[in-house]
């Protein structure tokens, strides 16, 4: 028993230590922007490989496959607490229509056809 609680007190201060950081990282994709990456790669998966979508919408490539991989659909109320915290955390400014996808720098990767992604 003391040899178990040894190994766990060890273990929570290496989490300390660490950062410990656990789940998955801080939201910096609003769910419209997560729709759009999906759409993207589904539709034209040669013209817009991993690499692209994660210089295309900021975020790393690790981050893009957890999008594509992940399919769940939130009620509304949590989306938009989930939207306003992801805008708080990387403001952005805003792509005119809500259907561009634009690179860090501003300029126009892909505009998204009508009735997709807002």
Known sequence: RARRRRAA????????????????PERTLTWEAMEQMRFLRRELP???PLQRLAQGFGVSPDVVRR???GRGCP??????QQDQRALNAAPRPAAG???????????????LPRGWGG
Do not use: F, I, N, S
């Open 67 to 69: 999008v594509l991989r």
């Open 46 to 48: 040669e013209e817009w």
């Open 9 to 24: 007190a060890k273990l929570q201060w290496l989490r300390r230590e660490l950062g410990g950081g656990r789940g998955a």
């Open 97 to 111: 229509t809500g259907r561009e996808v634009r690179a860090p720098d501003g300029t126009l990767l892909y505009r």
């Open 75 to 80: 009620p509304p109320h949590r989306r938009l």
